[in-house]
């Protein structure tokens, strides 16, 4: 059974910084191309960020490029995201999830597997 569980996340002044986790288990960690997306309260599930399965190639959303850092470590399972110069509006339940399709997608449904999220509150 394949399942992901996410960690790290927090209460943070805008401009820090927090890292996420996200760790992997029961499956085939190296083949899936990983993604982590973000839901605030009232608002759709949105794509953050997502990495190719040898962690050479990165996609990320306008709203974080150049502040958050997608990367992954195949020999642990886990996915990270680096997120610096944090702002209010990142506050959001953070979610990782692995890519179920052969296409590369930034769509919440072409992802699957997904784990319970971590809190993340940015205050002004």
């Known amino acids: 059974q394949v399942q992901l569980v996410e960690s790290g996340g927090g209460l943070v002044q805008a401009g820090g910084s927090l890292r996420l986790s996200c760790a992997a288990s029961?499956?085939?960690?190296?083949?899936?191309?990983m993604g982590w997306f973000r839901q605030a309260p009232g608002k759709e599930r949105e794509f953050v960020a997502s990495?190719?399965?040898?962690?050479?190639?990165?996609i990320y959303a306008e709203p974080v490029k150049g502040r958050f850092t997608i990367s992954r470590d195949n020999a642990k399972n886990t996915v990270y995201l680096q997120m610096n110069s944090l702002k209010p509006e990142d506050t959001a339940v953070y979610y990782c999830?692995?890519?179920?399709?052969?296409?590369?997608?930034?769509?919440?449904?072409?992802?699957?597997?997904w784990g319970q999220g971590t809190q993340v509150t940015v205050s002004s």
């Open positions: 029961g499956m085939i960690f190296s083949i899936n191309e």
């Open positions: 990495v190719s399965r040898s962690g050479g190639s990165t």
């Open positions: 999830a692995r890519r179920t399709t052969i296409w590369v997608s930034r769509t919440a449904s072409d992802f699957g597997s």
